[in-house]
């Protein structure tokens, strides 16, 4: 953890909220000689594409061909011509 003065901070913002932000830096702000804040790094964030992308990972091999099994005992409409998204 870091520890910078208020003046420091406030001259060198951007450069010290890139240490938070971008190397997970920890800062404590003294004023005085005394703690007066913390700052610490957000909660990461992602979209539903990052959220979703390993998601193919984590079901079983036949899952795919199970659904598709499933889909057309139950009457939904599906192309006959199944192809694996991910060959090039």
């Known amino acids: 953890m870091r520890s910078v003065t208020a003046t420091e901070l406030v001259r060198n913002f951007k450069q010290l909220f890139d240490l938070v932000e971008f ?3 920890e800062l404590t702000v003294m ?10 790094p957000g909660l990461a ?3 539903a594409l990052d959220a979703m992308s ?3 990972r984590t079901l079983p091999d036949n899952a ?6 499933d889909m057309r005992e139950n009457g939904m409409a599906l192309s006959e011509d199944i192809r694996d998204p991910w060959a090039s």
């Open 64 to 69: 795919a061909t199970e659904w598709a099994k």
């Open 54 to 56: 390993d998601l193919y």
């Open 23 to 25: 190397h997970g830096e």
């Open 45 to 47: 964030t992602m979209n």
């Open 31 to 40: 004023r005085n000689n005394h703690q007066v804040a913390k700052i610490v």
